[in-house]
């Protein structure tokens, strides 16, 4: 589990709408680095769980994770 800054709508007036700050799993994170020009991630830091535990582009938890992770 990953906490990225995300590009969301650039339509929006507000940062936190253009670029929020979200949880994204280990899977989708890898995914998502494979895109090339069309990946969404913008910067990656350490997982930060008052964000919530779950993945916002999948919904897996970071105890699915963990499971997942033996
Ligand atoms: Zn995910």
């Known amino acids: 589990m990953r906490t990225c800054v995300i590009h969301g709508d650039m339509s929006s ?3 936190a709408d253009q670029y929020p700050t979200v949880n994204l799993c280990d899977d989708c994170v890898a995914d998502d ?3 090339g020009a069309d990946h969404q991630i913008v910067s990656k830091e350490g997982y930060d769980p ?3 535990d779950a993945c916002e582009w999948c919904g ?3 105890d699915d994770e963990a499971e ?3």
């Open 60 to 62: 897996t938890t970071a």
């Open 50 to 52: 008052d964000l919530g």
């Open 33 to 35: 680095a494979k895109q």
């Open 13 to 15: 007036d507000s940062a």
């Open 68 to 70: 997942a992770n033996g």
